[in-house]
């Protein structure tokens, strides 16, 4: 019996040493095929980025951009996941959630952020920016970055400001070029004092709506005008409600992209740096795209054969600008100075 359990053991090494000696013999480390697909996957930084818009808008097309250019400079460490058009949450929703850290980034227009951020009124103001260049320069600049550190305090941190273009006027009524022209007029407004106080000074009623809910509330004839941007206008159909339009520039509509500070600060910083990367330039490229876009949206609606458009004078627009003025006095008042005049700088 001892010698049958001895023979057994001897048996059992010599067979368990064959298979390691032969699998190293078979199978070397150094000649083993590598699935490169599947290398850091474990070390995966996902960004759930939640915007508004559609995808074929300046911000929809920027969000895209910056997927694609952070997976690049990444080698695919950092996969950002875009979800457009309020999929996941409306602008009225998506803050909270960003707080939460149910996602980790948005781009609500700074409108949108004036609640939690007043310093950022004085971007709302009308004829503040001359044209796109002087925005760009504003948005890029010294300001810009002075304008986003105050997220710190919100967990929060701004990575950028990027661009949908200058704001015109839609009336489902009658041409709006004189203030007298949107007396008693219903208007649909983003959120923000500023905004309705410059739709109040012009004789309308300003309602709150969210961008998600624009198209259906025109559509059942709850507004009598709205305002907004070319790309977003023509995107969006708006136009089949309120064939009015008046190119009248009146308005930025400008967005801050916005990280959790809280998921942010756990990134590596050399990953941190190519996403910062890869923001810069997306934010050149959204300056110049949203430029072009709303310029060749609008050929295409004065393709329309049931849109009127129509450009705001000089004369009235200083008109409006005495409407206004009372605004900027009480805006002045709330921001200091050098916010005013360094954008009027273009610093």
């Known amino acids: 019996m001892k010698h049958f359990v001895v ?27 590598i699935d490169e697909e599947q290398q850091g996957l474990e070390n995966q930084i996902t960004i759930m980025f939640s915007h508004v818009v559609a995808e074929n808008t300046p911000k929809g097309l920027a969000a895209q951009k910056f997927a694609e250019l952070v997976y690049e400079k990444t080698n695919g460490r950092v996969k950002v996941e875009v ?47 001359r044209d796109y260049e002087h925005a760009k320069a ?23 400001f990027w661009s949908n273009g200058f704001k015109q006027m839609t009336s489902s009524a009658h041409p709006l070029l004189e203030p007298d022209d949107f007396q008693d007029l219903t208007f649909r407004v983003m959120s923000g004092d500023v905004l309705k106080k410059q739709f109040q000074l012009l004789g309308a009623k300003p309602v709150t709506a969210s961008f998600t809910d624009v198209y259906s509330s025109l559509e059942k004839r709850q ?45 590596p910083s050399d990953i941190q740096q190519q996403i910062n990367e890869a923001m810069l330039e997306t934010t050149y490229w959204n300056m110049d795209e949203s430029k072009k876009m709303n310029e060749s949206q609008l050929e295409e609606l004065k393709k329309q054969t049931d849109v009127s458009i129509y450009e705001l ?15 900027y006095q009480e805006i002045e008042k709330q921001v200091t100075n050098d916010t005013i005049n360094n954008i009027s700088k273009k610093q």
């Open 83 to 129: 979800y457009p058009n309020g999929i996941l949450y409306s602008d009225n929703e998506e803050i909270k959630a960003l707080k939460r850290g149910d996602i980790q980034m948005i781009a609500p227009s700074y409108t949108n952020m004036t609640e939690l951020v007043p310093e950022w009124k004085v971007l709302d103001l009308p004829f503040l920016f």
């Open 313 to 327: 004078p000089d004369e009235a627009k200083e008109r409006w600008m005495d409407k206004f003025n009372p605004l």
């Open 7 to 33: 023979a057994s053991l001897l048996t059992i090494f010599g067979l368990v040493l064959f298979i390691l000696i032969d699998t190293e013999t078979i199978f070397p480390q150094d000649k083993m095929t």
């Open 223 to 267: 507004f009598d005008g709205q305002e907004n941007t070319i790309s977003n206008i023509y995107s969006k159909g708006l136009y089949k409600f309120q064939p009015y339009l008046t190119l009248s520039n009146h308005g930025y509509l400008g967005y801050s992209v916005i990280i959790n500070k809280k998921f942010w600060s756990r990134i």
């Open 138 to 160: 504003v948005f890029t600049g010294k300001t810009g970055k002075e304008l986003l550190q105050f997220l710190d305090n919100e967990n929060m941190k701004g990575l950028a």
